[in-house]
């Protein structure tokens, strides 16, 4: 049915708000039985690339030389590297270092939260290695002291990453404790649940499906309404110096 014009998305100079009535997809360079909707890109004004892969059953994504993480979102899919063989379900997680050789082939239909990045050297850490987890396998500790409001790192903390991704689970009336504003910038996609995300100086209501960019300095706030928990997965670019 038409909506005359009408969608939640928006894009603003430091954020977009990107809904599922609005996604495009398109086949990324040598994914086989596969697309992509890109969620943000260097085009949209962002240092990084975020997409959702669907691929059907046999499917495999296509090359990269730089790093790249993914998350299973729904389905199985087998993830082979030089030295190693994973086979991953939802919740599980992938970091693959620049130019390292992998696969990564659906055994059934299979989405994935892809997130892919230049890699910023640092001359006083090593480079990351391969490194596949799964979320559950991974500490809930709470934000500021707030049990109500949970966050796992799914990579380490350690200076060789330069960035993080972590999921955030919000029981229902739990809110961020401050308006924060930041040098870095998110990807976030909502997994679950749903509540109000201020960007700048929009108040929005999101759900799960929805995608968010928040750019350098974008003043950002979440609380979560509904009966149920809201979660979501966010990115964001970390340990080096922003003239670096
Ligand atoms: O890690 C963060 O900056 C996180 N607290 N931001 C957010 O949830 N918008
Ligand atoms: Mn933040």
Redesign the pocket.
């Known amino acids: 049915m038409h909506k005359l014009g009408h969608t939640r998305s928006t894009n603003q100079r430091d954020h977009l708000l990107h809904t599922p009535d609005t996604f495009v997809r398109a086949v990324l360079p040598g994914m086989e039985r596969a697309n992509a909707i890109v969620h943000i890109s260097p085009a949209g004004g962002a240092a990084f690339t975020q997409y959702t892969a669907e691929l059907e059953p046999g499917g495999s994504l296509g090359p990269t030389s730089n790093q790249r993480f993914f998350y299973v979102l729904e389905g199985v899919a087998d993830l082979a590297t030089d030295k190693t063989f994973h086979t991953l379900t939802p919740g599980s997680y992938a970091y693959i270092p620049e130019d390292a050789a992998h696969s990564l082939t659906a055994q059934q239909t299979t989405r994935l939260a892809v997130i892919e990045k230049p890699y910023e050297t640092l001359a006083s850490a090593p480079a990351p290695e391969v490194l596949v987890g799964h979320e559950e396998k991974t500490p809930s500790v709470p934000?500021n002291d707030d049990p109500d409001l949970q966050v796992r790192s799914l990579l380490p903390g350690s200076p060789s990453f330069d960035f993080?991704v972590?999921t955030?689970t919000y029981q229902p009336g739990a809110a961020?404790s401050m308006v924060?504003v930041?040098v870095?910038e998110?990807g976030?996609l909502m997994l679950e649940g749903g509540g109000i995300y201020r960007l700048g100086d929009h108040w929005y209501p999101v759900t799960a499906g929805d995608f968010i960019w928040?750019g350098p300095f974008c003043p950002?706030?979440?609380g979560a309404i509904g009966k149920r928990p809201a979660k979501?997965l966010?990115y964001?670019d970390w340990n080096r110096h922003p003239l670096a």
């Open positions: 934000l993080a972590n955030m961020l924060e930041h870095m998110h976030l928040m950002q706030w979440f979501y966010i964001k």
